[in-house]
């Protein structure tokens, strides 16, 4: 499995530098670090299409951004999933591939509801990923995600981000319920125990 991390400003991060670490000990994973890999956003194309034919299960691990993700992942997706790679014109390259977020976000729950002061859901501002998933004919399960991460401990959403990632690893994700889920958090993570 392939882990996509991007954030722009890891040293003021406590969320995702705690799953960044919980990641770097699960073995038999490729682990990415898009910022510092590309800290000029120059990208090698052939690579990291390479490296996505490599792997069957990409996982995008990033700090919600004004309702989207970081610059570097949306610059990353424009290149890498190119026309004709990734969709259209003998573009099926992906095909099959699993495709999945896991996401921290500033604003708590109930704010990500109709009624609440986001006045959308969540899912619905991920749906760009979810679309270009299925675009390219990859599986979307729901997002991992961590609500009101400016106050929340970090510790037990990095302890269910290695589960997840052991799980992926291990095809242990229980694909239905993932895939009619609206979201997963660490306590509601469906793994099929080994
Ligand atoms: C530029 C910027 C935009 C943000 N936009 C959102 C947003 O649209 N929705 C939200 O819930 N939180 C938003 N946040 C809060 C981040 O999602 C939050 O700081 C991050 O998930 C915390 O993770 P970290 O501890 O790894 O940095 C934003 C933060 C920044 C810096």
Same mark, same amino acid.
């Given at each position: 499995m392939l882990h996509v991390f991007a954030h722009p400003g890891l040293s003021s991060s406590r969320i995702n530098k705690a799953q960044w670490r919980a990641a770097q000990s699960v073995s038999g994973i490729t682990s990415v670090d898009l910022y510092a890999e590309n800290p000029r956003y120059t990208m090698d194309i052939e690579a990291e299409q390479q490296r996505l034919l490599n792997h069957d299960v990409i996982l995008l691990q990033f700090p919600l951004f004004w309702y989207s993700c970081p610059a570097l992942v949306k610059e990353w997706i424009d290149l890498v999933f190119?026309?004709?790679?990734?969709?259209?014109?003998?573009?099926?390259?992906?095909?099959?591939?699993?495709?999945?977020?896991?996401?921290? @976000?500033?604003?708590? %729950?109930?704010?990500?509801?109709?009624?609440?002061? /986001? #006045?959308?859901? =969540?899912?619905?501002?991920?749906? +760009?990923?979810?679309?270009? @998933?299925?675009?390219? %004919?990859?599986?979307?399960?729901?997002?991992?995600? /961590? #609500?009101?991460? =400016?106050?929340?401990?970090?510790? +037990?959403?990095?302890?269910?981000?290695?589960?997840?990632?052991?799980g992926l690893r291990d095809d242990r994700l229980d694909m239905d319920r993932a895939l009619q889920s609206e979201i997963l958090t660490h306590d509601t993570l469906p793994l099929i125990e080994s």
């Open positions: 190119e026309h004709g790679f990734a969709y259209g014109e003998g573009g099926d390259r992906l095909k099959g591939k699993l495709l999945m977020l896991a996401i921290s @976000a500033g604003g708590p %729950q109930e704010a990500y509801s109709h009624k609440g002061y /986001q #006045h959308f859901t =969540l899912r619905t501002f991920l749906t +760009p990923f979810e679309q270009t @998933a299925r675009l390219c %004919q990859m599986h979307f399960p729901a997002p991992y995600v /961590q #609500h009101g991460a =400016l106050s929340a401990d970090p510790a +037990p959403h990095a302890r269910g981000f290695s589960r997840l990632l052991e």
